[in-house]
């Protein structure tokens, strides 16, 4: 437990840090920044071995190219409910070769893993607002 809130604090902090930034090169909008730290936190989680890694991230980009286009056909439609089919059926689909790379237990754990880091963001996200909403009624005092 304790390992895993530093490693959620580590993570938000570099998060904070690059939404802090004011470079536009280092805020990239096709969030390149966060999927590496994304990869960041599921290689640490899962603890794979060289022969491990080698045959699950190949799977895994696979697997994000159909989420990322499953998410860029939502833009269009904004059928949520299709984004959500959708998105379980490629899960489904890939489980099984992610069972091929990785022990059972660690495949749910991917799984877990990318949950918990989708909230460390939005949770980042949401208290980033949070301190531009409270800057902004601070400097309308003044």
Known sequence: ???FLLTA???CSIVLSGFAQDNTEVQKADGSR???LKIAYITQKLNLTTEEAEKFWPVYNKYMEEIRGARQSYQSDKDELKLEETTLNIRKKYSTDFNK???PSKVNLFFRSEK???SIVQKTLNERRQQR???RRQLLRQ
Request: glycine content about 6%.
């Open 1 to 3: 437990m304790k390992k």
């Open 9 to 11: 604090v580590f993570i």
């Open 34 to 36: 966060i999927e590496t």
């Open 101 to 103: 790379a990785l022990s």
């Open 116 to 118: 918990e880091f989708g």
């Open 133 to 135: 909403v409270q800057q």
